[in-house]
């Protein structure tokens, strides 16, 4: 699987910017005086090489762009999803295929022009067909403006996010909302998550960092989760379920015997249940939180039993 820092992605700037920027070093980096005296051939010579240096620099730039963002198909499964969940992959792949697409009109168009400007009869001819190439170029860069604002907002979503190894040593809390996960992370890790006393404080998913017996581990905090069908989860939800299905990670349950989080403790350990085929084949420790009451059952693997309602646990 390919690893992507994704905090390492350029700026994507907006079309009217991208056009501005590159227009404006055409200027500077290509010859900016020609003469009507001049040898056709100089003529011509003279629009082409702008005409070229323009489209050199749009595929560039779009290239540029297209490689830093990840491809689906190519990262971690944990990533993939979760990507899905926040920003819906069609509508990502399609901003990158609209790109992708824009670059190829833009060097189709590069090529008509050097056609034509190779039969240039005239300065005023030759400048005029300059004038179109750029202008047809600018066209199709401006009509991308919407796929260009989207995946600058991805860009900015994705040096948020925290970063997570699938491939590492992971302790994976989750329960229901205001059960304490995060506290327990705060604890245990140099993590400072927001702790609040009332439902869904962690929008998102947190890692903190802990060394046990001279190894380190990575500790996950996920948002809440509701006892509910699959297809009724919201996005705050899905992360959690994502992390609890692809990350290869010690599960820890984590249960308010207070019942203070406005839960009973019934349906803390029915929804144990329901979530436990998401981890059906990797350790799992149940910790129970309460005022002066911590209590912790194991299990590891497929031999891990279900967890009982109430006293019977």
């Given at each position: 699987?390919?690893?992507?820092?994704?905090?390492?992605?350029?700026?994507?700037?907006?079309?009217?910017?991208?056009?501005?920027?590159?227009?404006?070093?055409?200027?500077?980096?290509?010859?900016?005086?020609?003469?009507?005296?001049?040898?056709?051939?100089?003529?011509?010579?003279?629009?082409?090489?702008?005409?070229?240096?323009?489209?050199?620099?749009?595929?560039?730039?779009?290239?540029?762009?297209?490689?830093?963002?990840?491809?689906?198909?190519?990262?971690?499964?944990?990533?993939?999803?979760?990507?899905?969940?926040?920003?819906?992959?069609?509508?990502?792949?399609?901003?990158?295929?609209?790109?992708?697409?824009?670059?190829?009109?833009?060097?189709?168009?590069?090529?008509?022009?050097?056609?034509?400007?190779?039969?240039?009869?005239?300065?005023?001819?030759?400048?005029?067909?300059?004038?179109?190439?750029?202008?047809?170029?600018?066209?199709?860069i401006k009509r991308q403006n919407s796929s260009l604002l989207y995946l600058e907002q991805v860009r900015q979503h994705l040096g948020r996010l925290p970063s997570i190894d699938p491939n590492t040593r992971t302790l994976l809390l989750f329960g229901f909302p205001n059960v304490g996960k995060s506290s327990f992370v705060n604890n245990v890790t140099r993590a400072n998550v927001e702790v609040q006393p009332y439902a869904f404080t962690t929008k998102s998913l947190y890692v903190g960092h802990t060394d046990?017996?001279?190894?380190?581990?990575?500790?996950?905090?996920?948002?809440?989760?509701?006892?509910?069908?699959?297809?009724?989860?919201?996005?705050?939800?899905?992360?959690?379920?994502?992390?609890?299905?692809?990350?290869?990670?010690?599960?820890?349950?984590?249960?308010?015997?207070?019942?203070?989080?406005?839960?009973?403790?019934?349906?803390?350990?029915?929804?144990?249940?329901?979530?436990?085929?998401?981890?059906?084949?990797?350790?799992?420790?149940?910790?129970?939180?309460?005022?002066?009451?911590?209590?912790?059952?194991?299990?590891?693997?497929?031999?891990?039993?279900?967890?009982?309602?109430?006293?019977?646990?």
């Amino acid at each position: 699987m390919a690893s992507y820092n994704f905090k390492s992605i350029t700026v994507v700037p907006p079309s009217k910017d991208l056009v501005d920027i590159i227009l404006s070093k055409t200027q500077r980096k290509t010859p900016t005086i020609i003469h009507k005296h001049y040898q056709i051939s100089r003529i011509r010579s003279f629009y082409i090489k702008k005409v070229k240096f323009t489209e050199s620099n749009l595929s560039e730039k779009l290239t540029g762009i297209l490689g830093e963002f990840p491809k689906i198909e190519d990262i971690h499964p944990f990533y993939a999803d979760l990507m899905n969940i926040l920003y819906d992959k069609d509508h990502y792949k399609l901003a990158l295929g609209q790109i992708n697409m824009a670059k190829h009109l833009i060097s189709n168009v590069a090529k008509d022009y050097v056609r034509l400007l190779k039969y240039g009869d005239s300065l005023y001819r030759c400048k005029q067909l300059k004038r179109a190439a750029l202008g047809r170029m600018c066209t199709i860069i401006k009509r991308q403006n919407s796929s260009l604002l989207y995946l600058e907002q991805v860009r900015q979503h994705l040096g948020r996010l925290p970063s997570i190894d699938p491939n590492t040593r992971t302790l994976l809390l989750f329960g229901f909302p205001n059960v304490g996960k995060s506290s327990f992370v705060n604890n245990v890790t140099r993590a400072n998550v927001e702790v609040q006393p009332y439902a869904f404080t962690t929008k998102s998913l947190y890692v903190g960092h802990t060394d046990y017996q001279y190894l380190r581990w990575q500790v996950i905090d996920t948002p809440g989760i509701l006892d509910k069908p699959l297809e009724d989860r919201n996005t705050i939800e899905m992360q959690a379920i994502t992390a609890l299905a692809h990350l290869r990670a010690c599960v820890i349950c984590v249960l308010d015997i207070t019942e203070q989080c406005g839960y009973s403790l019934q349906q803390q350990c029915e929804l144990f249940n329901n979530i436990k085929p998401l981890f059906a084949n990797k350790p799992q420790h149940c910790r129970f939180c309460g005022p002066g009451h911590h209590a912790e059952v194991g299990g590891a693997g497929e031999g891990g039993g279900n967890v009982g309602g109430g006293g019977s646990v």
